[in-house]
């Protein structure tokens, strides 16, 4: 799932909405404006990240290993 975003050339681009961490947890997007991204895990306070870190989050959760 994506949300268009709006750059300097006119043309919208997407980007994915939810990412996960290392430890598996999930990460939503809440708003992205010139190269960074607001984002927040459930329960906790929004932070800010530059738009190349969010786009090398995973984008599916690690598989557990049983």
């Known amino acids: 799932m994506g949300r268009p975003l709006g750059s300097k050339s006119g043309a919208a681009r ?16 809440m708003a992205a404006a010139d190269g960074y991204v607001m984002a927040q895990r459930p329960g906790c ?22």
């Open 45 to 66: 306070e929004p932070f800010v990240l530059p738009m190349r870190r969010w786009e090398v989050l995973a984008t599916k959760p690690p598989k557990v290993a049983s």
């Open 14 to 29: 997407r980007i994915q909405v939810e990412r996960f961490d290392v430890n598996g947890r999930p990460i939503r997007l």
